[in-house]
């Protein structure tokens, strides 16, 4: 158990370090660009929360979709009357400015990558050597990896011990359930909720589309539709947000969402970052 475990540390440090130098460029390229549009997106989610909800049901993407300008023009309308006049013309040269510089550093990019094959080949090989080390730690008798894989095993043990820190008491490694139509159910996590038990999905967008959604309606029938996500970073769980709310369309729905970074619940403090109930018309 000991040596597998200092194989997979050494792989992983190996292709963590490979991958940096190739990271790093990637990074110094989109940093100003990315950090313009993601104030703006910030914004955006502070001043018009409704129009933001409304651009992700049109479209799971969600302000993705959007350009720079389009999303500083959503945020001007929200905070100046509507009698005043267009957008500052300064502010749109500069979302264009942005937008154009981007461009400009996605170029310089994508030549750097054509430089970055070899490191690529490179780590495709450590990628397989660390698969190799995964496979040994998933036959190690961890009930966690057994169920889920390495990967998925680490996302689930981290998501359940942030909520139980925050005061849940957590089942990580739950019996199916059965929903409404008979169906069973198999969820990463279930909580206690103020309501009775809740299903838990720990949500990468890492399974094709179809079985996410299939997932999703399964934890919404088994749970009078609610639905509860833990996502890894802040910028998927902005993703998931996206692509659930476009999802549910017009069905009900309560929707509780965190990430493993940001979520830090603590004494009474609400764990779930992100939290949206929506009911049929006339209930």
Same mark, same amino acid.
């Given at each position: 158990?000991?040596?597998?475990?200092?194989?997979?540390?050494?792989?992983?440090? $190996?292709?963590?370090?490979?991958?940096?130098?190739?990271?790093?460029?990637?990074?110094?390229?989109?940093?100003?660009?990315?950090?313009?549009?993601? $104030?703006?997106?910030?914004?955006?989610?502070?001043?018009?929360?409704?129009?933001?909800?409304?651009?992700?049901?049109?479209?799971?993407?969600?302000?993705?979709?959007?350009?720079?300008?389009?999303?500083?023009?959503?945020?001007?309308? +929200?905070?100046?009357?509507?009698?005043?006049?267009?957008?500052?013309?300064?502010? #749109?040269?500069?979302?264009?400015?942005?937008?154009?510089?981007?461009?400009?550093?996605?170029?310089?990019?994508?030549?750097?990558?054509?430089?970055?094959?070899?490191?690529?080949?490179?780590?495709?090989?450590?990628?397989?050597?660390?698969?190799?080390?995964?496979? +040994?730690?998933?036959?190690?008798?961890? &009930?966690?990896?057994?169920?889920?894989? &390495?990967? #998925?095993?680490?996302?689930?043990?981290?998501? +359940?011990?942030? !909520? =139980?820190?925050?005061?849940?008491?957590?089942?990580?490694? @739950?019996?199916?359930?059965?929903?409404?139509?008979?169906? =069973?159910?198999?969820?990463?996590?279930?909580?206690?909720?103020?309501?009775?038990?809740?299903?838990?999905?720990?949500?990468?967008?890492?399974?094709?589309?179809?079985?996410?959604?299939?997932?999703?309606?399964?934890?919404?029938? =088994?749970?009078?539709?609610?639905?509860?996500?833990?996502? @890894?970073? &802040?910028?998927?769980?902005?993703?998931?947000?996206?692509?659930? !709310?476009?999802?549910?369309?017009?069905? &009900?729905?309560?929707?509780?969402?965190?990430? !493993?970074?940001?979520?830090?619940?603590?004494?009474?403090?609400?764990?779930?970052?992100?939290?949206?109930?929506?009911?049929?018309?006339?209930?």
């Amino acid at each position: 158990m000991d040596t597998d475990r200092q194989i997979h540390d050494i792989s992983l440090r $190996q292709l963590e370090a490979l991958l940096d130098a190739q990271t790093r460029l990637r990074k110094v390229a989109e940093g100003v660009a990315l950090e313009a549009r993601r $104030q703006m997106e910030r914004l955006a989610v502070v001043l018009c929360p409704q129009e933001v909800d409304e651009v992700r049901r049109r479209s799971p993407e969600g302000l993705e979709a959007l350009s720079l300008s389009q999303i500083a023009d959503m945020v001007l309308t +929200a905070v100046q009357p509507a009698h005043r006049l267009a957008p500052p013309d300064d502010l #749109r040269r500069r979302c264009v400015e942005a937008e154009e510089r981007a461009e400009s550093l996605a170029q310089r990019l994508r030549a750097a990558e054509g430089r970055a094959a070899e490191a690529a080949a490179e780590a495709a090989l450590l990628r397989q050597r660390l698969h190799q080390a995964e496979q +040994a730690l998933a036959a190690s008798g961890d &009930p966690l990896l057994a169920r889920h894989g &390495p990967t #998925r095993g680490a996302q689930v043990r981290a998501a +359940a011990t942030l !909520l =139980a820190a925050a005061g849940y008491a957590v089942d990580s490694l @739950p019996d199916p359930l059965t929903t409404a139509d008979g169906e =069973a159910f198999l969820p990463d996590l279930v909580v206690q909720g103020p309501e009775g038990p809740l299903p838990v999905e720990v949500e990468d967008l890492s399974r094709p589309p179809q079985e996410r959604a299939g997932r999703w309606a399964a934890i919404c029938r =088994a749970s009078a539709n609610h639905l509860c996500l833990v996502a @890894p970073n &802040p910028r998927q769980r902005e993703a998931v947000c996206s692509e659930v !709310l476009f999802w549910a369309g017009t069905r &009900p729905l309560t929707l509780w969402v965190t990430d !493993l970074q940001q979520g830090q619940g603590r004494s009474g403090e609400t764990v779930w970052l992100v939290r949206r109930e929506r009911r049929v018309i006339g209930r």
